[in-house]
C-alpha cells in the first residue's frame, strides 16, 4: 500500500509538471511540496522491514500423545464446518487462499474434487468518467454496503472497512449471550463486542484516501490547461510573488502585494520546476527502499516457510518415533504380564499338585484303617492298633494345610502415567517465547586431545527439551576473570540423541567459564562451566611455595574452595584460603579452640560441611571452627576399633564414610552419624584382600577405589564392598605403581583417577577402567619433580591439589619435599622404620603449575 500511494503521488506531480500551465503550476507547488513531504514522512521504511522470523522450533515432550485429529461425517456435521480464513489476495492476478475449520477449530481438510467455490460481485454504483487515479480512489472511497462515501469508516477483524451507520444495519445472530454478524464481502463471522460497532477500530488509511483525493479534486483543472485568471480582477495571472508563494495578476500586485519580490511566471517557472523536481528525489528513494523492504519481505516468508516446513518434518518423524516407542512399551509390558501371570501360576501349580498328593496320601491311610476296623479280625486289629495310629500321626503331622494355602495373589495391575499421553510437545515462536528457554545441562566434558568437548541441552519453561536448526545455535565460552575475549566454538548434533548438542572448543586456559547460547538472536540466560586439567597437555610452570606446613599429608576442600591440610607432626588441621593464604589452624600448638590431634593423616569433609579427621586409632568430626562433634574408635580390630586409620572419602550417593585402616587390612565404613555400618577386605595379596590400604576415593557412581599400597595396584569395589576389578602392577614402567599412597577421582568433569606413588615419584593419570591416559613427573627437585608424593583432592574449579606440595593451574597439588632420597627409604623400610620416623627434616608446600600448550 505504501509503494503504492509513493507511485500514485510520483504520477501525479509528473503529469502536473507535464501537462498543467506555469501558473496552475506555480499555483499548486507549494501544496504539492508540502503533500510529498507528508507522504514520504508518513512512511517509516523500518516499520516495515519483517517482523516476524522463521525463529519457531519444536518444543518435544517424549511424555505425551493426545489428540492428533477427528474424523469429520456426514452433512450436519460438515454444515457446522465453516471457511476459516481467506487471506493472500492479489488484486492483480484475482487469487487468494481459503482455509476451512471444523466447530472445534480443527483444519478441515478435504479432497480436491469435492470442493467448488464461486464468487459474487456485490451490487457497486457506476462511475462518471474520469482519470484513472481519481478513479481508483473514488472506488477505494466507497463503501460496499451503501455505495456512498465513507462516513466514519470503522474495519474489522478481516480487514474489510464499512460505514459505521451501515454496520448499525447489519442482521445479527445471537449464541449464548454473545451477537454476531458476517462481513458482506469475505462472510467472516464477527462477533460485535459489548459497546457496540463504534468499539471497532477506525479505518485512519481511508481517511487520509479521502484527504488525498478532496486535494486532487481542488486541481483537477491542471489536466485541462487554459489561461487562469484571477478570482479577485478577472485579470489574466501573469505574476509570480516570491514573497507570498502565490500566481497574481497585476491589479493584485497594485493592492496586495505592493514592496515584495515578484517576477514573470515565465521566468520563475522553470526555476519552480527544478525545485518540485528535485522534491521528487525522496519521493524516489523512498520507493527504493521500500522496494528492498518488499524483497526482504518475500525472502523472510520464504525463510518461513521452508521452517514450517522443517517442523512439520519433525513433528512427522517425532510421532512416528513416539509410535515405534509406544509398540515397544506394549510388547514389554505384555511380556511382564505374561511372565508375573506364569510365573504366580507355577506357584499355584506346584502348591496345588503338593495339596493333591497330600489328599491321595491321607485318603490312603483313611481306607486302610476303615477297611481293617471292617474286616480285620479284633486279634489283627489289636495286633496293628500302634502302628496304624503311629502311620496316622506321621502322616497328619508331615503336612502342614498353613503351607499349602495360596501364596500367590491376583495382586498385579498397571500402573499408567496419564502425563505421558498428554503433552508430546509445543512451537516454541518468537524472541519473548525463546527468552524464557533455558540451558538445561551441561555434561560429558571430556578432552580431546588439545580440545575440550561437551554436550549441552535447553528446555522450555514447561521442561520440555528444545530442538532448533544447527544453523541457529551459537555457542561461546568466556573464561571468568580472565579477559572477555569469546572462544568460539564448533556445534554438532548425533542422529542417537535428538536434542543434546555436542560442543567442541580450543581454550587456552582451564578453570571457571561463561557458557553463552544464542538461538537465532536471542541471547539465553549464561551458565556456568569448569573446564578440567587435561593430562594429554603437561607443561608446567611454578606458581609460589609456602614453607609453614609441617608434613601435610591429607587434603579435602570445601564447597567455597578453602583447602583443609592435616599436619602430621604438627598435630593439626589447618585450614588454608583459595589463594593459599594461612585461614587457621585446628589443635596443635598455637592452634584455636580445644580439638586435639595425634599424627592427624586423613581428611573429608562430609555433606553437612563438617571436617572428619583420622589419628591416632579414632575418627574425629570436628566443625570448621574447630569443636568436636562426635569421636568414635579405639585401637584395636572389629567394628569401630582402628589400627593407624589412614584415607577417608565420603559417598556422594549415600553420604557414608569410607575409612582406610590400614593396620587392620580394610575398609571400615560409617553411616552419616559415625555408627558402623559394614567392613570390607582382609590381609592378603588375592583379589578383594589388602596390604596396608592407605588412600581412597569414591566416583560419580559410588564405586570405591583404594589404594592398596603394599600390593601396588589400585583395587575397584562396590558401595557394598563386592569386588570389581583393580589396575596397576608392581613396577616403574607405564601404568605400574610402587607403593600408591594417595588417590582422587576428577568427578566434575572427566572421571578420571589420579594416584601419586611413592616410590616412582610421579603422578598417574587412568581412566576408571585402569587404562593409563598420563604420567607426570620424576625424581628431584625441580618444578616438575617430585620427591614424596602424597595424598591428592580436587577443588571446585576442576584444580588438583596435592600434599606435600602443590596447586597447579590446570593441574593443582600439594607436595613436601625431604632430603631422604628413594633407596634411603627404602633401607628404612625394610628395617621395620615405621613411615613416619623415614620422614624427617626440611618440609615445605610449593605450588606448581600445569597449563595447556597454548600454540
Known sequence: MSLSVLDDVKNYVEQSLKTGSPQQVQRCKKWMMEHMSEVTAGINVEELHPKEKGDFVLSKDPKSLHHIEDIISGTTALKQCRVKKIDRIISKAASFSLSMEAPDSCLLCVPLSSLRCSLVPVATKPFSSSPGLRLKLEEQLTCPVCLNHYTNPKILPCHHSFCQHCLEGFTLDKKNKTFYFSCPTCHHRTELPEEGVGAFSVAFHLHNLKEMYSLMKKTADLSNPQEATCSDHG???????????????????????????????????????????ECLSPVEGKKEALKKVLSALAEREGEIRERGEGVLEEIHEMVEEMIVVLRQSERKLTEQAKRVTDNKLKVLSQQIKSAEMSLSVLED???????????????????????????????????????????????????????????????????????????????????????????????????????????????????????????????????????????????????????????????????????????????????????????????????DNHVIITENWGHCVTILDREGKKVKSLGGKGGICNVKFSYPRGVAITPDKFILVSDNHRIQKISMDGYRKASVGKKGSGPLKFNNPHGIAISPITGQAFIADRGNQCIQVLNPDLTFSHSFGSQGSANGRFQSPCAIAIDSQGLVYVADYDNHCIQKFSPDGKFVGQFGTDGSGPGQLFWPIGITIDTAATGLVYVSDYVNKCLSVFTSDGVLVSKFGSKGSNIDQFSVPWGLAFDKNGVLLKPIGVIYQSLQYLQYDTPLSGREYLSKRENNCSLDEALEEDIFLYYLCITPDTE
Not at 507570498?244 to 520546476?273: F, G, M, P, W
Not at 588439545?450 to 545455535?473: G, I, N, Q, R, Y
Open 235 to 277: 485579470k489574466p495571472l501573469e505574476l509570480f510573488c516570491e514573497t507570498c508563494d502565490a500566481v497574481i495578476c497585476s491589479h493584485c500586485l497594485a493592492r496586495n502585494h505592493k514592496h515584495h519580490e515578484y517576477d514573470l511566471i515565465a521566468d520563475s517557472y522553470t526555476q519552480h520546476c527544478q525545485k518540485l523536481t
Open 365 to 559: 491311610v483313611e481306607d486302610y484303617v476303615e477297611q481293617s476296623l471292617k474286616t480285620g479280625s479284633p486279634e489283627q486289629v489289636l495286633r496293628c492298633k500302634k502302628q496304624m495310629m503311629e502311620r496316622m500321626s506321621e502322616v497328619t503331622a508331615g503336612i502342614n494345610v498353613e503351607e499349602l494355602h495360596p501364596k500367590e495373589k491376583g495382586d498385579f495391575v498397571l500402573s499408567k502415567d496419564p502425563k505421558s499421553l498428554h503433552h508430546i510437545g509445543d512451537i516454541i515462536s518468537g524472541t519473548t517465547a525463546l527468552k524464557q528457554c533455558r540451558v538445561k545441562k551441561i555434561d560429558r566434558i571430556a578432552p580431546a586431545g588439545k580440545a575440550v568437548t561437551f554436550s549441552l541441552s535447553m528446555e522450555t519453561p514447561d521442561s520440555c527439551l528444545l530442538c532448533v536448526p544447527l544453523s541457529s545455535l551459537r555457542c561461546s565460552l568466556v573464561p571468568v576473570g580472565k579477559g572477555d575475549q569469546p572462544i568460539q566454538t564448533t556445534v554438532t548434533i548425533t542422529s542417537t540423541d535428538p536434542g543434546v548438542y555436542r560442543i567442541q572448543c580450543n581454550p587456552s586456559i582451564r578453570g571457571a567459564h561463561t557458557v553463552k547460547v544464542q538461538v537465532y538472536d536471542v541471547y539465553l540466560e549464561d551458565t556456568s562451566l569448569v573446564i578440567p586439567f587435561n593430562p594429554y597437555l603437561d607443561n608446567i610452570t611454578r606458581v609460589r611455595t609456602i614453607t609453614e606446613l609441617n608434613c601435610p599429608l591429607g587434603v579435602a576442600v570445601s564447597d
